[in-house]
């Protein structure tokens, strides 16, 4: 199955950016629709960017225009570039994987595969 760790998270003042990976060796993920999630404290869940195995993407309204979401396939990893962080922005962001998603579904938790999560705090 498939095994997904996540990596660079951590605490930026607003306006500053991070880059999340998510990556895992045993499998190529570019065979896999992949997306990034995020719970901030006190809210639910949320889809914020997925990418198809078309390498189509969408993004949560939220983070369009701030936000990327890519794939390394050399090193078969998928990054989120964060931009012009604020402090709504502060969430645990986890990764997520499916083997196939219809294009509606890339933004809701239809995946069978999660990683544990890494930490972003935005401070004002």
């Known amino acids: 199955q498939v095994q997904l760790v996540e990596s660079g998270g951590g605490s930026v003042q607003a306006g500053g950016s991070l880059r999340l990976s998510c990556a895992r060796s045993?499998?190529?993920?570019?065979?896999?629709?992949m997306a990034w999630f995020r719970q901030g404290p006190g809210k639910e869940r949320e889809g914020v960017a997925a990418?198809?195995?078309?390498?189509?993407?969408r993004y949560a309204d939220s983070v369009k225009g701030r936000f990327t979401i890519s794939r390394d396939n050399a090193k078969n990893t998928v990054y989120l570039q964060m931009n012009s962080l604020k402090p709504e922005d502060t969430a645990m962001y986890s990764c997520?994987?499916?083997?196939?998603?219809?294009?509606?579904?890339?933004?809701?938790?239809?995946?069978?595969?999660w990683g544990q999560g890494t930490q972003v705090t935005v401070s004002s």
């Open positions: 045993t499998v190529t993920l570019s065979n896999y629709c």
């Open positions: 997520a994987a499916a083997r196939a998603l219809a294009w509606s579904l890339l933004l809701t938790p239809n995946y069978n595969n």
């Open positions: 990418i198809n195995r078309y390498d189509s993407v």
